[in-house]
Structure formats: structure tokens, C-alpha cells
């Protein structure tokens, strides 16, 4: 009867002594399953850092709008970027010169003008022809304020005007296209009488305003009148004139339309699509 009571007693002990090595096998199975998560975590972090530091490195920025330019669209943007007087404010100043005076072209120098290289630069004393003003400025202006620079206009667009009397003389007047003031005004010396009367007789056939040919060009085409000039009608012999008005748009294309000067009707369009 007393073997008995110990056998119970070693079947107990063992049974205590299995349940606590499972308890611990368990556990360190825990503690490793625990570990390899930890360095699957850390892993997937250092891998996602890692591919933040190369995106950012592959990413390509978007093409500047101004490399689809082409080298004439460019030269357009870059001076009427920083152009601040609008044709009809450099029209009515340049009228405002000369006494009676009528316009007949108006361009603003460094757009689409392949024949402005003639234009004489204000070297010297920009008066030495006769001048509507009288005045030893350079400006001509009675708003100048008598601090002439070295080289008037030269840091900015220049709007070119000729301005005829009604016998045909026609006047040169630069104006500085920044802020509006008369950079010279002389009369053009290579003038000869068929040149003036020529002059006169298409002023007398124009019976509409360069201003308002502008305006009808840019109804046509949304945009910044760059140039209007009066001339003869394709193929009329002289019995005809248009004033010609180039228009550049948003796309820095220029149009030229050819408008009616007696009854403001476009007769030719043109765009230059360089």
C-alpha cells in the first residue's frame, strides 16, 4: 500500500517537469517568431528608405514651354516681355512730334524687322537735323528731365515711327517702348520730292486711322499689334493702299493682315508660322 502513494508522486513530478519544458519551448518559439518579424520590419523599412533616396533621383522635369520656341518666337517673348507702351500710346506720342503730322509706320525695333539695321542709332546729337522741338535733348520731350544717359533707349525696346506732313515730309521718332519718353525726332534727309509726294498721295487715300486697322486686325486675332505700316495693295499699281498690321499671339506666331485703308476690310492674312 505504501508503493503505491509513490509511484503517484513520481507520475506527478514528471508530468510538472513536461508541461514546463513545453511552456519554455513555446516561448522561445515566441521570442524567435518575435525576432524574425523585428528584422522583417526593419528590413522592409531600410528597403522603403532606400527607394525614397532613388525616386527623386529618377523623376525628370517637364520641359520648359520656351525650348518648343522657335528662335524667331523666342526673340518676340523676349522683347514684348518687357515692352510697356502699347502701340496706340507710341502712335499718339509719335504724332504729338510733328505739328499737323500724320502716321504712316510704326514698328517696334527687334521683332521680325530684318530692315531696322537702317534705323539710325542716337549717337551723338540725335538734332543735328532739323527737329520738330528744337530741342538740344535728346529726348525732345519738354517732360525730360535734363539727365540725358549715354545711349537712350539702348537698354530696352524701341518703338519706330515715321510721322509725314501733308506734303509728304515724314519724320523719324524713336520712343523708348519702357516708359514712353521721346528718344529722338528728326526730319529724314534722304527724302526727294517724289518720295513726299508718293507719301501724300497714299495719306490721301487713306480715309481710316492706322489705329483703326489695328483694331480690326486683332479682332481677327487676339493679340499685340507690333507693327502697322501703310502701303501700296498687292497688284494695284498704286491705286489702292492697306495699312499692314502684324499681330503677335499668345503662341508667339506672327499674322500680318493686309486691311483696307479706305473701308477697314481685311484683304490678306498671313501667319509666319517660325
Not at 509728304?168 to 529724314?188: F, L, P, Q, S
Not at 486711322?209 to 498704286?238: R, Y
Amino acid at each position: 500500500m505504501r508503493l503505491e502513494p509513490r509511484r503517484n508522486n513520481r507520475l506527478s513530478l514528471r508530468s510538472r517537469n513536461l508541461r514546463a519544458t513545453g511552456a519554455a519551448a513555446c516561448l522561445a518559439a515566441a521570442a524567435l517568431l518575435l525576432t524574425s518579424c523585428g528584422q522583417s520590419s526593419d528590413s522592409a523599412t531600410s528597403a522603403a528608405t532606400e527607394a525614397a533616396k532613388v525616386l527623386p533621383q529618377r523623376t525628370t522635369a517637364s520641359p520648359s514651354a520656351t525650348a518648343d520656341l522657335t528662335e524667331d518666337q523666342q526673340e518676340r517673348k523676349s522683347v514684348l516681355d518687357v515692352t510697356k507702351v502699347t502701340f496706340d500710346d507710341a502712335a499718339t506720342t509719335a504724332v504729338g512730334e510733328v505739328a499737323g503730322g500724320k502716321l504712316v509706320d510704326l514698328d517696334l525695333e527687334g521683332v521680325d524687322d530684318d530692315d531696322r539695321d537702317e534705323s539710325p542709332s542716337p549717337t551723338g546729337s540725335p538734332t543735328g537735323s532739323p527737329s520738330p522741338t528744337g530741342s538740344p535733348s535728346p529726348t525732345g520731350s519738354p517732360t525730360a528731365t535734363g539727365s540725358p544717359s549715354a545711349s537712350p533707349g539702348a537698354d530696352g525696346p524701341v518703338w519706330v515711327a515715321e510721322v509725314a506732313e501733308k506734303d509728304g515730309t515724314v519724320h523719324t521718332v524713336r520712343i523708348n517702348a519702357v516708359d514712353g519718353k521721346v528718344i529722338e525726332a528728326r526730319v529724314d534727309a534722304d527724302q526727294d520730292a517724289e518720295d513726299k509726294k508718293q507719301t501724300a498721295d497714299r495719306l490721301a487715300q487713306a480715309t481710316q486711322t492706322p489705329e483703326q486697322a489695328a483694331k480690326v486686325a486683332t479682332e481677327k486675332k487676339k493679340g499685340t499689334v507690333t507693327s502697322v505700316s501703310l502701303d501700296e495693295a498687292d497688284g494695284n499699281d498704286g491705286n489702292s493702299v492697306v495699312w499692314s498690321v502684324d499681330v503677335v499671339g499668345s503662341d508667339w506666331k506672327k499674322t500680318t493682315f493686309d486691311v483696307d485703308a479706305k473701308n477697314d476690310t481685311i484683304v490678306r492674312e498671313e501667319t509666319d508660322n517660325d
